[in-house]
């Protein structure tokens, strides 16, 4: 048991090491994150040092930035499923090198998440009355408490498949099904439920009329799986450019198409959302109307929520045309869909349920520089970690690094 | 590792193309990156509530003993006096058994003075600069219950033509969401409804807030700021007592006074005795006089909430 | 996953060596942060506002007016002019003396015997002709607000202080005219204490109409 323990660390230590490997345009990159993720301390620091009144939330607008960001994260999370499906349930074998692929981003992203959450808090440093058994958790009854559980056991499912494959690939061994078929199970299982669970969140709360319908669940859900596999999309078309690691095109188009059958959900159940909104046109309307239109002359989100439904439209429409199979049509629609679906999934569905108030007030939110820099940071990290996910592991998955080769290959 | 590290050292013999050499370049990196780093944390050096390791270990206000209690309540003492200059009287008073606060507003007499929202912050030693008030008055358009239409702002001589009022603070309520919705069980209903929040335990993640169908919680976006001799120093553990950054707060029908048989501070300031508190289980109160004679509603009942907190009107 | 074993990485082909350019831009962007960091541009982000101290005024549990505890008229004594040996006869306004500066607006309420006493006039006049002291006053205003008296015993009307539960302590309250003129009922305007602060910043859209009074009218 030791000599095993002892061994995957020397294997994450020859993978580590890995890290500090590249040409000048990867150091380069890996410093411009890192200057980001910088920027997002320094700004942090200042806010725990003053308060949350760094940013622009206020008693009215009680959640900002940090939670929408946090919300689309979540779905980011979630859409490793879109691969883990075909590849484990029907053994689909074109994503079979991409799944991995898809499981590592899905760690960074989580990572992400809690991040978002913690930067959130009023009081980061009493994060242990969260923890169960040693803190109060007050679970089953709290949705943020099923919400801190699925989370970190979503991260630590993902971590330990992917931990666990290619450690495999790296011993030239076949995984033994037991050690990662039930974990595989159980995350897809855990996917919809962590991004159900971050709707229930919303859907729960009577009293904002906004988040209390029953559509905000499956709308999370299609819009994750639109944006998730989008962002691998980009992110494959990277891989295959600057590593080695064998992407094929039929891969690619296979995620196109999920993202193309999401985006047409998505739009559709937007489409329900807003015909109820404004068809019925009662007193709870005025939280959508704030948003697309303005309320009382307050415009804030107005320029936002038009941008991402110009985005959401031509994403959709250049997916539904056979241009999007040319991968330079695929990329825009791709980035299209994830900024459009950021906006309106973030901003758009955090905020305008706070405006106006339950007491009819009106109080706009605009972000802060220490708040925007703040979300810059964790995105920074976010990806800087992805990046050294993906260094660490593709020179694995391309057979680069065996126990037998040296560490530099 | 030393030995795979060589081809480290062996290129850094020869730098081609000019360059510098790999560990010349991951050890200046490795230096500039903890400059910028160092200076990045450097906001810290300022930080001036860090908790001590008392502070920071102290458990949930249900699992504390009678003697971890008083030690704390003696911490505190010193806390206030260290800080204001005064030792407070700080006491935890405990819920009357046969007690279930309710509390009644007349919406046809209340004239939207705004004398309550200041008798509260007061009585309850609110931040006033960032202001925190926990009473907001609704000036409302006569003919709507819409509280979209309603004016928070409004100024001068009061009440103003064509416009009632309507004040509202936490409702108390009986299926409270935002007791639901905390994560930490920071905030809790006590046997008398008052649903009140531990300030050492609330991690301010604010869901409490978002679940809130009444506004009535407020959040300590920055150090409160109470100059001292505004202080009041009659002080509940579970109210009134100084509030760190960044934690919730909201009303707690006074409890200091009402847990002593007093009347909240918002009751005995009205200028019109609109505001009327009790014992919703002794059927002699006040409040209870009001339940059965009056015309009671409750504000968004639609929400399902079950208010402690009653409009009535006899006009 | 693993279909492409052995194949050469191609970002390992380029030379160890980092192009001094690149190195120097790198380092010049982490010296650049923590400059930037030290020069703190961005702040703490947005100031506290200035909020006027509150007055405390606002918070005076003073009644709205003051309730006298004998019956005088500018400082005099009722007595040192009406002897009460016989009834007095008359309207004040006509006689153009002392009362007639005296408001009355209390509905059809418009004739002072009606309340004062006729012969006593430091006393209240019942129904039946007998008098009321000013300390009871509230039983003059029962003869005809007898709902609202019946409210204000029970303590659904008028102001109550001190104890809600009486095994604790008492409860004082307020006789009628401590809060309302008896020759003018109906509160004056008071001034309504300061509006709550409102953040600038949450308020930018310009031109937009005051809150409160839509445009249109209604909501919407």
């Not at chain 1, 999920?258 to 159940?269: A, E, G, R, Y």
Request: charged fraction near 20%; charge should be positive.
């Amino acid at each position: 048991m030791t000599k095993t323990l002892k061994d995957y660390v020397f294997f994450v230590y020859r993978c580590a090491v890995l890290t500090f490997e590249g040409d000048w345009r990867y150091f380069l990159w890996m410093t411009a994150l890192t200057a980001g993720a910088l920027l997002g301390l320094n700004a942090y620091c200042k806010q725990l040092v003053t308060g949350l009144s760094v940013t622009g939330m206020s008693d009215a607008v009680s959640w900002g930035l940090y939670i929408a960001n946090f919300t689309f994260l979540v779905g980011m999370a979630a859409a490793a499923v879109m691969l883990v499906i075909p590849v484990y349930v029907y053994e689909d074998e074109t994503l079979n090198d991409v799944v991995i692929l898809g499981e590592l981003l899905t760690v960074a992203v989580i990572v992400m998440c809690l991040l978002f959450v913690t930067v959130d808090l009023g009081r980061p440093d009493r994060f242990w009355h969260m923890v169960p058994f040693v803190g109060k958790f007050n679970w089953p009854i709290s949705m943020l408490s099923w919400d801190v559980i699925v989370l970190n056991g979503y991260l630590a499912i993902n971590a330990h498949i992917c931990g666990y494959l290619v450690y495999m690939v790296y011993l030239g061994r076949k995984p033994s099904p037991y050690l990662y078929k039930p974990f595989v199970f159980l995350s897809i299982f855990w996917a919809i439920s962590i991004h159900t669970v971050t709707a229930f969140l919303y859907v729960g709360l009577g009293g904002r009329p906004f988040w209390n319908a029953a559509i905000v669940a499956p709308r999370f859900l299609a819009s994750a799986f639109t944006a998730g596999p989008g962002f691998l999309i980009l992110t494959l078309r990277i891989v295959r450019r600057v590593t080695a690691y064998h992407v094929s095109d039929k891969a690619l188009m296979m995620l196109r198409r999920i993202v193309q059958v999401s985006m047409i959900i998505t739009v559709f159940l937007l489409f329900c959302e807003l015909f109820k909104e404004f068809y019925t046109d009662s007193a709870h309307v005025a939280s959508s109307r704030y948003l697309f239109f303005g309320l009382h002359g307050h415009h804030g989100l107005v320029p936002w929520i038009w941008t991402a439904m110009a985005f959401n439209t031509a994403a959709l429409i250049l997916l539904l045309l056979p241009v999007s199979k040319s991968l330079k049509y695929l990329d825009l629609a791709c980035i299209l869909a994830i900024v459009g679906i950021w906006i309106e999934k973030g901003m758009g569905m955090v905020i305008p349920a706070f405006i106006p108030t339950p007491l009819g007030e009106i109080v706009e939110y605009f972000p802060t520089t220490n708040e925007w820099l703040i979300c810059l940071g964790i995105w920074s990290f976010g990806l800087l970690l992805y990046t050294i996910f993906l260094k660490m592991t593709i020179p694995v998955l391309t057979g680069a690094l065996r126990p037998s080769s040296s560490t530099r290959p | 590792m030393e030995e795979e590290r060589k081809p480290d050292e062996s290129c850094a013999g020869a730098p081609e193309g000019g360059g510098i050499s790999r560990r010349a370049f991951l050890g200046t990196m490795a230096a500039g990156a903890a400059a910028a780093t160092a200076a990045a944390l450097s906001p810290l050096k300022d930080i001036a509530d860090l908790p001590t390791l008392e502070q920071f270990l102290q458990q949930h206000y249900k699992e504390l003993t009678p003697a971890d209690k008083e030690a704390i309540l003696e911490r505190i003492r010193d806390e206030v006096q260290a800080k204001y200059g005064v030792r407070p009287n700080l006491t935890d008073p405990q819920p009357l058994p046969g007690v279930e606060f309710g509390y009644a507003l007349n919406i046809g007499r209340c004239v939207g003075c705004r004398k309550c929202v200041y008798a509260c912050v007061k009585e309850n030693n609110q931040s006033r600069n960032p202001q925190i008030q926990y009473i907001r008055v609704l000036q409302m358009r006569k003919g709507s219950i819409d509280v979209e239409s309603s004016s928070h702002d409004y100024e001068g001589e009061v009440p103003k033509e064509g416009f009632y009022y309507m004040p509202v603070q936490c409702h108390q309520c009986r299926k409270a969401p935002c007791v639901k919705a905390c994560p930490v069980e920071a905030t809790w209903q006590e046997p008398d409804g008052v649903v009140v929040i531990d300030y050492n335990w609330c991690i301010g993640c604010r869901y409490c807030m978002a679940a809130c169908p009444y506004n009535a919680r407020r959040f300590n976006f920055a150090q409160p700021d109470l100059p001292k001799e505004d202080l009041n120093a009659d002080m509940g553990y579970l109210s009134n007592r100084p509030r760190p950054k960044g934690v919730v707060e909201k009303c707690h029908f006074c409890l200091h006074r009402a847990r002593n048989g007093r009347y909240p501070a918002c009751v005995e300031v009205c200028p019109t005795g609109s505001r009327k508190f009790g014992n919703l289980l002794d059927p002699e109160s006040e409040i209870s006089y009001i339940l059965k004679t009056k015309r009671v509603y409750v504000l968004k009942e639609e929400v399902g909430t079950l208010p402690r907190f009653y409009y009535y009107f006899d006009l | 996953m693993n279909s492409h074993p052995q194949e050469p990485d191609r970002s390992k082909r380029v030379p160890s060596a980092v192009p001094t350019r690149a190195a120097a831009l790198m380092v010049a962007i982490f010296l650049g942060l923590a400059v930037f960091f030290r020069a703190d541009p961005v702040g703490q982000g947005p100031a506290l506002d200035a909020i006027p101290p509150d007055d405390p005024a606002f918070a005076s549990t003073l009644p709205a007016r003051k309730a006298r505890t004998e019956m005088t008229f500018d400082g005099a004594p009722c007595k040192s002019c009406h002897e009460g040996t016989e009834a007095i006869q008359g309207s004040p306004v006509e006689k153009g003396v002392f009362h007639d500066k005296i408001a009355l607006k209390h509905g059809r309420n418009k004739h002072c015997f009606n309340c004062h006493h006729r012969l006593q006039p430091a006393n209240f006049s019942d129904f039946d002709g007998s008098s009321i002291k000013l300390a009871d006053v509230q039983l003059l205003c029962a003869k005809c607000h007898g709902t609202t008296f019946r409210d204000w015993e029970s303590g659904a009307h008028g102001r109550r202080a001190g104890y809600w539960d009486a095994s604790q302590g008492k409860f004082k309250t307020l006789v009628c005219i401590a809060c309302h003129d008896p020759h003018w009922p109906v509160f004056k305007p008071l001034r309504a204490a300061a509006a709550p602060h409102v953040n600038p910043r949450t308020r930018k859209a310009a031109g937009a109409p005051a809150h409160g009074e839509p445009a249109e009218g209604g909501r919407r």
